[in-house]
Each structure stands twice: as C-alpha cells, then as structure tokens.
Nanobody
Framework: VQLQASGGGLVQAGGSLRVSCAAS????????LAWFRQAPGKEREFVAG????????RYADSVKGRFTISRDNAKNTVYLQMNSLKPEDTAVYYC?????????????????WGQGTLVTVSS
C-alpha cells in the first residue's frame, strides 16, 4: 500500500486548508486511515482518524471543532479539512493506514505511512 499526501501550503492564521491522501496498491477492506503531524523539535502526534466506512472518527483535543476528517472509499482517498488554523498547527502532516476497524491514536499501531505534506500557518 502506498500513500500519497498532498495539499499542504502556507496559510494565514484563521484560514482554512484541505489536505488529501490517496492510497494505492492492495487496499484491504477494513483499513483505518488517520492523520498525524510533527512540528519541528516535537514528537509526532495524532490528529484525526476515521474507520473504514466512516462510522467512527476520533480527534485530538487540540483540533476538535476545527478539523474534519472524511474519506471517499471509491477514490481510496482520505481528507483533512482544517479550519480556524493557528500558528501552532504548523507541522508536516502525515497520513497513515492501519489494517483494523479500530481507530488508534498510537502511531506505532499504523502499518503504512505517506511521505508528509507541510502546512505552515503564519500569524
């Protein structure tokens, strides 16, 4: 499975941005998809995750109410809509896939990773 993230860029505080991640290769029913991020000098952290059919989502407390994760299984793509962006949201955003119906917030439990896309929020 290959994951290709895109859509990062520079945005002003308070603005919006949507990042996408397209999956290719052998896609299994039951894949959970998630977004993590890593800011300079910090550890990678969970942002949001969504189950195979989209029935279950989880968000980090820091993004609840501002970010929305969604997926289009016909396109094997997961999206992260980011609104009301803050400078502290600046990071490289990574998409990840897990062969499980359960949305984990632990990076070590994800089996596949994309290359990351940089999101920079200016103040």
């Amino acid at each position: 499975v290959q994951l290709q993230a895109s859509g990062g860029g520079l945005v002003q505080a308070g603005g919006s941005l949507r990042v996408s991640c397209a999956a290719s290769g052998r896609i299994f029913s039951g894949f959970t998809l998630a977004w993590f991020r890593q800011a300079p000098g910090k550890e990678r952290e969970f942002v949001a995750g969504i189950s195979w059919r989209g029935a279950s989502t989880r968000y980090a407390d820091s993004v609840k109410g501002r970010f929305t994760i969604s997926r289009d299984n016909a396109k094997n793509t997961v999206y992260l809509q980011m609104n009301s962006l803050k400078p502290e949201d600046t990071a490289v955003y990574y998409c990840a896939a897990r062969i499980s119906f359960f949305v984990s917030m632990t990076s070590g439990e994800y089996h596949y990773w994309g290359q990351g896309t940089l999101v920079t929020v200016s103040s």
